[in-house]
């Protein structure tokens, strides 16, 4: 009894431990408290310093609040897990490199993590290292441009060298930039050797160009570079880190110029400029409704193609202009840019006489003379002749002479029989008439009766050929299929067009132009076919064999030059 009663008495201390126990596994380990640190207190401008936040929190931090003061380069996140006392406790660490972007002492903000904050952290940020051959660094950079007074859009060239008298391991280098600028590379990397100071140092420049947006002071911020040098650890090594180096260029300061007050509009400057055109192929005669080919060409160092001045041909009178599309190009030269754009036009005479082609020009800026300068391209004179005749107007027939005896006859019989006379010469002539009507729409619906539906017609007139010249010559794949249509003027769709002509090449033409305009094929090289199937008179089915030889050809849609 006396063991019973013992066991009943430790019976609530033994619930109560196994109680604590149970709830020792299922509860939480309490809360650490969120720790922040910096693994350097100072550094210099340009450097990374690395933030490490750590925490049982699984939220991330907000970083957000640090960009003001820095760019974050990089992160990483590390997660450990421990069971203590059979407790779980899991440890978030965050790791980010962090550059600032000012100089001095930089306070970092308290970072949210969850429902918690870490502790605010101070960094001093001392001046980028900038090293020079004088000093005897190892590793310095160069910047020059090679006008600090540039006019405003005028290209700058910038030329940015990286000597080093030590092998790197790695490195990399920023872009230039500034506000107010379009920094653009060109070329490739150039390396060679140069001594500097009775030092032997390897070269690596770059170059770039500049264009200042406005007027005023501009600053070409400083290029920062990142590396490691082979030095102070073993080269041979493959675990080998080196020394890490970063080193920065001077700012270099612009004073850009607005453009001169008798400057042209649009405002080119340019090193050179080439305005150039075709006008030497045209020919010296042409004929009424004939596309002439004319092209325009400008070509500019020190400007990209989007800032030359769209092409277009001053109005000639009696004539059409039909413009093509625009090529534009901007390629690398040198250490610059070199804009070309290009465009064709078809000028197609309306009328014979002589047409005058005005005196083309293009006003720039040189840069190089710092003047204004005209580049003009003579006038020119066609003559044009009138168009070839389809078919030899009809001619009056000339009226028969009556002898004067008898019209004095007629004039002096009774008024009575002159009337009688008409009426008679009237009726006659309205029933031949009459009868000539009956007897056309007889044989109409004969011949309607005899080809069959959808039979094809007598082409028209040659209307339609300097209709189809102007469609190709501004690439109007619509209106050369209103122009084609008018070869047989009744029918009503391309593919009945095919069906009623003769040539095979025709056909061919036709269906092509009947597949890009409602299947959506490629239109590629279709002008060109076109143009070449209707040099020659198209001939239909139904007069195939009494079409003429094949070596009979209209004039060709475009002249050669």
Known sequence: MTRLALCAARMPHLLAAVLLLTASLWLPAARAEVRAWLDRSAIGMGETVTLNIESDDRQEPDFSVLEPDFRIASRSTNTQVQIVNGAMARTNLWAVALEPLREGVIELPPIPVGGDRTAPLQLTVRPMARGSAANGDEVFMEVEVDSPAPYVQQQVGLTLRLFYAVALLDGNLDEPAGEGLQVRRVGQDAQYSRRVGGRAYN??????????ERSGPLTVGSVTFRGRLASGASPGSFFSQGTPVVTGSDPVAMDVRPAPADASSPWLPARALRF????????????????????????AEGLSAEQLPELALPPIEGAEIYPDQETRETRESGTGLVGVRSRKFAIVPLREGRIELPERSLTWWNTGDDRRQRSALPALSIEVLPAPASSAAARPAPATAVPE?????????????????????????????????????????????????????TPAASSWRPELAHAL???????A?????????????????A???AAASQREAVRALDRALYRGDAAEGLIEQLRAAFARKPVLASEAAHAAPDGQALPPLYPPR
């Not at 070269?203 to 200042?212: A, G, N, Q």
């Open 405 to 457: 005896a008898a019209a004095g006859d007629a004039f002096s019989a009774p008024w009575a029989a002159q009337a009688r006379l008409w009426q008679l010469t009237t009726l006659i002539f309205a029933t031949a008439w009459i009868g000539t009507v009956l007897l056309w729409l007889l044989n109409a619906r004969r011949r309607a009766r005899a080809a069959g539906p959808g039979a094809p017609v």
């Open 499 to 501: 069906h009623a002509l």
């Open 276 to 299: 150039t055109d075709t006008s030497s192929s045209l020919p010296a005669q042409a004929r009424v409704g004939d596309a002439l080919e004319l092209s325009l060409r400008v070509e």
């Open 203 to 212: 070269v690596v420049e770059r170059h770039y160009v500049l264009t200042p």
């Open 481 to 497: 299929r209103r122009a084609l249509l008018r070869i047989a003027p009744g029918t009503r769709d391309l593919e009945s067009l």
């Open 473 to 479: 010559a501004r690439a109007d794949l619509a209106a």
